[in-house]
Nanobody, 112 residues
Framework: QVQPVESGGGLVQAGGSLRLSCSGS?????VGWYRQAPGKQRESVAS???????NYAVSVKGRFTISRDNAKNTVYLQMNSLKPEDTAVYYC?????????WGQGTQVTVSS
């Protein structure tokens, strides 16, 4: 049973930082962080492949960093300089051989 679990969300003031974790992210999976704000479609935020290549949405480039610790089967999303528009539920997605597994999400709220 593959079940990623997100943690680390919370309430933070604009300009602050949070680090999200996605446990269960074994090294065989490509991993993506997505977010969904109320009334909006889910969007890709950042991704990391099995060999460590990363990709970021334009809106978060330079502020967010995705990384993985294969020894801990965990992928992290370090979020700095947070803005109110970053408020959303953040989801972790594992993928391998065309099959994807989603976590339940963690709420991030950035106050102005």
């Amino acid at each position: 049973q593959v079940q990623p679990v997100e943690s680390g969300g919370g309430l933070v003031q604009a300009g602050g930082s949070l680090r999200l974790s996605c446990s269960g992210s074994r090294s065989i999976f490509n991993v993506g962080w997505y977010r969904q704000a109320p009334g909006k479609q889910r969007e890709s935020v950042a991704s990391i492949t099995t060999d460590g290549s990363t990709n970021y949405a334009v809106s978060v480039k330079g502020r967010f960093t995705i990384s993985r610790d294969n020894a801990k089967n965990t992928v992290y999303l370090q979020m700095n300089s947070l803005k109110p528009e970053d408020t959303a539920v953040y989801y972790c997605r594992l993928s391998r051989l065309g099959v994807a597994y989603w976590g339940q999400g963690t709420q991030v709220t950035v106050s102005s």
